[in-house]
């Protein structure tokens, strides 16, 4: 066993573990930086740009999985008015309707590129560990999240498909 490689990718898999954690509640850094509520620039894919070019890998995957999970509880407000809507930096809300596109199309970009940058871990058991300590972060935070009960839903519908397909023969 090469143990150097075993501890690069534990340390890996911790710093995407942290970064998810940081990435569940990043987007709402808006309020105090006095954005507004649900400002474009945290409620989309932008923060990861500049972990993208540094090019930190874990720190990206585990950020975008957390700002993906964030993004799609917020798809399901009680009502997308004034405070639920998006805002954009001197134009105000873009509306309710684009605002469900703009949270939907920013949490399927930023769980894709936590997808894809998990494959490009170096280890399998890194990719399963945070994947797995991710799972369990957001059902937390899905669980206390008013508007992550919906996407619980959608997920268990979704993973009972691929159960049900993957099984026949």
């Known amino acids: 066993m090469d143990w150097q490689a075993i501890k690069l990718a534990g ?8 970064a998810f954690a940081i990435g569940l509640t990043f987007p709402d850094v ?9 400002s474009g620039l945290t409620h989309s894919v932008l923060p990861l740009a500049a972990f993208a070019v540094a090019r930190w890998r ?6 975008a999985g957390g700002l993906g999970v964030h993004l799609a509880a917020d798809c399901f407000p ?10 954009l930096p001197a134009a105000g809300s873009i509306g309710a309707a684009a605002s469900y596109g703009w949270l939907a199309v920013n949490a399927a970009l ?6 894809l940058a998990l494959r490009r871990l170096h280890h399998p058991l890194a990719a399963w560990t945070v994947g ?21 839903a959608l997920v268990a519908l979704g993973g009972a498909a691929w159960w049900r397909r993957a099984r026949r023969p």
């Open 78 to 87: 009680r009502a997308m008015t004034g405070y639920a809507t998006v805002k």
């Open 58 to 63: 874990q720190a990206v995957a585990g950020l």
């Open 30 to 38: 808006d309020r105090p930086l006095g954005l507004g509520h649900r």
């Open 110 to 115: 930023a769980l894709t590129f936590c997808a």
């Open 132 to 152: 797995a300590g991710a799972a369990v972060c957001a059902l937390g935070y899905l669980w206390r999240d008013p508007g992550g009960w919906p996407v619980l």
């Open 11 to 18: 340390a890996g898999a911790l710093l995407a573990l942290v």
